[in-house]
């Protein structure tokens, strides 16, 4: 596993010998020799046309899948995604084992929590690796257009939306309307783990990109959001807790049409460049990664209190805390590969009473349409005005129903 070093560009769209690209499958037999390479338990046969959201795959002389240019995602309205679609009936008894260990903890079972026991990534074959984006469609134009009627559906949300700190905030205390997210979102994932897991990215067959269009800047970020799904421990809780939990998975690239000289927040910039370095750090000698943050954002209030329902008690604490910025650390990891830079932000090590709140609200999210925006916090004159990192919108996802993360 490679933590916290420095990315390189990446190799004509292609991660230690493996494509970048999304695949999809010609036909039934093309489909049934990928799948049960990825999956050893497939079923031998699966039926004809059958999609693995993304690009084509030709097949050599010898039968060996070889992935084309994406051709585009599969965005018919209602229909489930085409690697979320095969992937999932294929991992079905997967699927089982993990609602059971979820279902445990919905009604109250309390996780001992197993100290150092995350799951390291291990190195996994191309095979073995899923698609970015799998679990959750993306929202392109010919899908419904009614946004109440959209549900395990990603995408980009608009960075300007967000108030964040200007240039004379530290006197001021004013906040202004942030630029355009640096990054933009290509995809997202949802997925249950039956512990934590870092270091997603190397699981994964990420969005195919060119060289950083910035030096300084990676092509891609990954920001895993790591959440526990069992009930917390108020007294004689492990020091690093683990157990059943969601990753949900965004997927930024930087635009290849990035011009940094005309970047009209230079210093924004040259904060993010500081964010990005291994050796990053601000004049206390404090890591500049420290500086993370995240602004979780609920679009559809009026709905989520009607639907969910939440009480009197609770509406006023969702009011009061909807798009507040929460610092990150300690509570964060990174590591980089060859065209990305990861960030791993665990819940799991949240206070008690923070995360006792929050798994209240998240055995209600299926009706959620949520937003979170990732913004360095800047604390000076040379660092403000801020600008948001990168943003993302989940439409309407039961975590509880999550496409299993493979070992």
Not at 137 to 165: K, N, P, Q, W
Not at 305 to 331: D, H, I, R, Y
Not at 332 to 338: M, S, T, V
Request: charged letters at 20%.
């Amino acid at each position: 596993m490679q933590s916290d070093h420095e990315y390189q560009s990446c190799d004509e769209g292609t991660e230690d010998g493996m494509p970048t690209s999304p695949l999809r499958c010609k036909s039934s037999t093309s489909a049934t020799a990928y799948l049960q390479l990825v999956v050893p338990d497939a079923p031998s046969t699966i039926p004809e046309g059958a999609s693995i959201d993304g690009a084509s795959v030709d097949y050599d002389q010898h039968g060996n899948p070889s992935p084309a240019s994406t051709s585009g995602r599969s965005a018919t309205p209602g229909a489930e995604p085409g690697c979320l679609g095969v992937l999932d009936s294929l991992l079905h008894s997967d699927r089982h084992a993990h609602a059971r260990a979820h279902a445990h903890a919905r009604h109250g079972a309390s996780a001992s929590g197993r100290a150092g026991a995350r799951d390291p990534a291990p190195a996994l074959s191309s095979v073995q690796r899923l698609i970015a984006g799998c679990s959750l469609r993306a929202r392109d134009s010919d899908m419904a257009a009614s946004a109440l009627e959209l549900r395990r559906v990603f995408d980009g949300a608009d960075g300007r939306h967000y108030r964040l700190r200007s240039t004379d905030y530290m006197k001021s205390r004013e906040k202004i309307p942030s630029g355009e997210s640096v990054y933009r979102l290509l995809a997202a994932d949802v997925f249950s783990t039956a512990s934590k897991r870092d270091h997603v990215a190397s699981r994964m067959t990420l969005p195919a990109v060119g060289p950083s269009a910035c030096e300084g800047l990676p092509p891609l970020l990954v920001i895993n959001i790591q959440l526990p799904t069992y009930k917390p421990v108020m007294f004689g809780a492990p020091k690093s807790p683990d157990g059943p939990g969601v990753s949900i998975v965004y997927y930024f690239g930087l635009p290849d049409d990035f011009n940094a000289a005309a970047f009209p927040n230079q210093k924004a910039l040259a904060l993010l460049k500081r964010f990005f370095s291994s050796g990053g750090r601000e004049a206390d000698g404090a890591p500049t990664r420290d500086r993370l943050k995240m602004i979780p954002r609920v679009v559809n209030v009026a709905e989520w209190a009607e639907q969910g329902p939440l009480s009197f008690v609770e509406q006023s604490l969702l009011k009061n805390g909807n798009e507040k910025p929460v610092m990150t650390q300690p509570q964060h990891r990174f590591y980089a590969g060859p065209n990305y830079f990861e960030a791993d932000l665990d819940i799991h090590e949240y206070t008690y009473v923070a995360r006792n709140a929050f798994l209240g609200f998240m055995q209600r999210l299926s009706s959620v349409v949520f937003e979170v925006a990732f913004v360095v916090q800047g604390n000076g004159v040379d660092e403000l005005p801020e600008q948001v990192l990168g943003a993302g919108r989940i439409y309407r996802t039961d975590f509880y129903d999550a496409m299993p993360l493979p070992p």
